[in-house]
């Protein structure tokens, strides 16, 4: 049966799975039963994606990443290498826990660096920018830029992944795309044309 997928031959894809076209899943990566991803997803070396997990379209996974079930990651999320998600607040090796999985969702554009670890039950905002090794704790806002252990926000990011520079009147302009964003009542929004 032909598929319009790549899959490096290393790479393992239980039964019940659904993968877009123009996706590759690269070295010795583990694709658990009934996964969805999307079209034009780049699938690391070494990734473990657990069964009934979400991934959007255009969606790049890095070497290393552990995606655990309850996790959605929308269209065009980055995840930087060696990061990882959890599913259970109190995990115990002794004690089964299966039935207190805790979603977790990420949402359009968002990037989580490298090594960072996002603690269950969390939604991280569109276009937020999670930096690397931070310890993600609670829901992050929109753009969003956050840092550290615990995670803290240190300012705000454009969809390019420019840190923005508002002015006293609450604009930015994103130095790449040239885009403008306005900062109003805690919150960021990309200024429409």
Request: charged share 20%; hydrophobic share 35%.
């Amino acid at each position: 049966m032909e598929t319009s997928f790549f899959a490096h031959e290393t790479a393992v894809i239980d039964p019940g799975c659904e993968i877009g076209e123009e996706t590759r899943i690269w070295h010795f990566s583990h694709i658990m039963s009934n996964c969805v991803i999307g079209k034009q997803c780049s699938i690391g070396q070494n990734v473990v994606i657990s069964p009934e997990v979400r991934i959007g379209n255009r969606v790049k996974i890095q070497n290393n990443v552990s995606v655990y079930t309850g996790v959605i990651c929308e269209d065009e999320v980055f995840l930087g290498p060696s990061a990882v998600f959890t599913n259970v607040i109190n995990p115990r090796s002794a004690v089964s826990r299966k039935e207190e999985y805790k979603a977790t969702l990420v949402q359009k554009g968002a990037t989580v660096g490298a090594n960072a670890t996002i603690v269950c039950g969390v939604t991280i905002g569109k276009y937020a920018f999670i930096g690397a090794g931070a310890v993600v704790t609670k829901n992050i806002p929109d753009y969003a830029l956050v840092v550290g252990n615990p995670a803290r926000q240190t300012g705000w990011m454009s969809e390019y992944g420019h840190k923005l520079k508002f002015n006293p009147e609450g604009l930015a302009v994103c130095p790449e795309s040239k885009e403008e964003y306005r900062l109003e009542n805690g919150k960021v929004s990309k200024i429409k044309d």
